[in-house]
């Protein structure tokens, strides 16, 4: 699941519409959209929001995370978009750095998270937004900083103020960034895919779960040793008369151990 | 190719940054207090940002210089290690970097000189000549023409003969040491493994042949060469498999500028061990019979002495026995 954090209802419209997300009912008081993979909530504003908001929809699963919304900043140009790879909290001081292993041509900057909006438009080759700490240090306990990212569209500076930005225009400026978006969140999906072929679970292990009972530490010993099955003879089914002969999980376990110690492997 | 570079603060005006900033003029530069800030936080995962590696350049304050592993044993009393970087630009599946760090990310300590202090301090300590190894937490030369930490360390060791240098690798990097003289107090040290081996575990290094091949050339200019058949992997046709690569390898070597060869077998701490399985739980290599004492990680004893003592026999077919060092070590 690629998990998309907004903080307004205006910046999550266009890509609503994009993606063709579905509102769901839901409580918590946060809106959620969601069609195949994609699921969007609308966080409201600042850190906490964006942080509560976060963790309303993460679960033991692993996702992709991108908070995308606008940001003020002297160094870049209005309409332009950036990645995020450093984090400032402005009043905590504390930082974060987003790895950043994904393939994109859009622009990279700093960013600071701030509680109130600034009004002068900040210091140099910094962006400025109310979210994306509260996000990143939610969102990156949920999973790999890989898998983290800020992507921010500037919509203010020093000559334009955040005051004269309004709906229509902040609508405006993400939908022109659709693109960008697409081609992150597809990168992102890639990763998720490798991410996933670690935690996969073993081929046969259900049929495994259904036939014997295994107690949770003999589960984790199960799945290791149906990982090396899978590893050393991928085309073969663990299954055979001697294993199926077996009553208890605890003859299994040794049985399987002893025929995967014995299956040949060359280089 | 590296698109990002985190500059610690305290090396942001250091000369080695500025100049290593120059060669990546299109890098993205990202400014941070210290490099553990970028390169310790949990969230992180090593396979994924192995597909691209940041370099973080940063300054190092103690501890320049560690006592060897018993492993790290090449016929000297005193073995000490030194880590100007953390991290290696291939990926070698068998590799405990991969099972020790979260982050992929290359760091470089910038600060070369109180290396050198470290070094000099250490090797002053004895009589006897003592042996520092430089490819602990990376590969020696891979990123040469990027730090040109060799070639400097070269020149310190150069004037302190009671140093022994270990330069330990699988690059073909080798243009600083063939465009200096040679000094008779280095090692070059080729990690070396089976052709089918390094192409299934070894990926992003330099294949067989072309190890050998910068091997061969230094070894014609005058350096001591070492050989470091370490891990060997157990698979059903090792006896055939190593015997064969022992006679490829020794085609290329010159007796007289051997120095030392070293032997040991795939072994790892048991919680690098757990993160590598993590990391990759198809791979074939972890699949293999292992021991788990719950401190290390390795081949059941039988089928580890009988393949240590298969190789051990082979090679001594193409070397002196007392050219030949065993890694033996409680952990790493």
């Given at each position: 699941m690629i998990n998309l954090i907004v903080a307004l209802q205006a910046e999550a419209k266009p890509l609503i519409n994009h993606y063709g997300l579905n509102g769901r009912a839901t409580a918590g008081g946060f809106r959620l959209y969601q069609r195949d993979d994609l699921q969007l909530i609308v966080s409201g504003k600042g850190k906490l929001a964006a942080a509560a908001a976060t963790t309303f929809i993460a679960d033991d699963n692993n996702h992709a995370w991108l908070n995308i919304g606008l940001a003020g900043g002297t160094s870049m140009t209005i309409g332009e978009s950036a990645l995020i790879d450093k984090i400032t909290d402005h009043s905590s001081g504390q930082r974060w750095y987003p790895p950043h292993v994904i393939n994109s041509p859009t622009l990279r900057c700093a960013l600071t998270t701030v509680d109130q909006p600034q009004a002068n438009g900040g210091a140099e080759h910094m962006l400025y937004d109310m979210e994306a700490s509260g996000f990143y240090a939610s969102a990156s306990r949920f999973n790999s900083g890989e898998l983290v990212q800020c992507l921010k569209v500037v919509s203010d500076d020093c000559h334009n103020p955040c005051q004269s930005v309004d709906a229509a225009l902040g609508q405006e400026l993400i939908e022109q960034q659709l693109d960008a978006i697409d081609h992150i969140i597809q990168q992102l999906r890639q990763l998720l895919t490798t991410q996933q072929e670690m935690f996969a679970t073993p081929e046969h292990m259900a049929r495994f779960l259904a036939q014997w009972h295994f107690s949770t530490s003999q589960q984790h010993q199960l799945k290791r040793l149906l990982q090396r099955w899978q590893a050393l003879a991928p085309a073969c089914s663990p299954f055979n008369d001697a294993l199926l002969a077996q009553r208890h999980s605890r003859q299994v376990l040794p049985l399987l151990q002893q025929q995967i110690d014995e299956i040949e492997s060359y280089f | 190719m590296i698109d990002t570079l985190y500059i610690e603060a305290a090396v942001a005006d250091h000369p080695r940054t500025r100049e290593i900033c120059a060669r990546y003029p299109k890098a993205r530069r990202i400014d941070c207090e210290r490099y553990s800030e970028v390169f310790n936080p949990a969230a992180q995962n090593f396979r994924l940002q192995k597909q691209k590696p940041a370099l973080i350049l940063a300054s190092k304050f103690k501890n320049f210089v560690l006592p060897a592993p018993l492993s790290y044993n090449i016929g000297g009393q005193h073995n000490y290690y030194f880590s100007h970087m953390?991290?290696?630009?291939?990926?070698?599946?068998?590799?405990?970097?991969?099972?020790?760090?979260?982050?992929?990310?290359?760091?470089?300590?910038?600060?070369?000189?109180?290396f050198d202090r470290a070094i000099i301090e250490t090797a002053q300590q004895h009589k006897e000549?003592?042996?520092?190894?430089?490819?602990?937490?990376?590969?020696?030369?891979a990123l040469e023409p990027v730090t040109g930490f060799a070639a400097h360390a070269l020149d310190t060791f150069a004037r302190h003969p009671n140093a022994i240098l270990e330069l330990r690798t699988k690059s073909t990097q080798i243009r600083a040491l063939l465009d200096r003289p040679t000094i008779d107090n280095c090692v070059v040290a080729f990690s070396l493994s089976p052709d089918s081996v390094a192409q299934a575990l070894e990926h992003k290094a330099p294949s067989l042949s072309k190890r050998l091949d910068a091997l061969g050339k230094l070894?014609?200019?005058?350096?001591?060469?070492?050989?470091?058949?370490?891990?060997?992997?157990y698979c059903h046709n090792y006896q055939t498999l190593y015997a064969d690569f022992f006679r490829q390898v020794f085609a290329h070597i010159d007796l007289e500028r051997l120095h030392s060869v070293s032997l040991g077998s795939f072994r790892m701490p048991h919680t690098f061990f757990r993160n590598m399985v993590r990391l990759y739980p198809d791979e074939k290599m972890f699949a293999a019979p292992l021991t788990d004492t719950n401190t290390m990680v390795a081949y059941p004893a039988e089928i580890e002495q009988r393949m240590l003592s298969f190789c051990k026999q082979e090679l001594l077919t193409h070397m002196p026995k007392e050219k030949l060092f065993a890694c033996t070590e409680e952990s790493i």
């Open positions: - | 953390l991290n290696c630009l291939y990926d070698c599946r068998y590799c405990f970097l991969q099972g020790m760090y979260r982050s992929a990310n290359y760091v470089l300590f910038v600060n070369y000189e109180d000549p003592a042996y520092f190894f430089s490819g602990y937490d990376c590969d020696s030369l070894q014609q200019a005058g350096w001591k060469i070492g050989l470091r058949f370490d891990p060997v992997i």
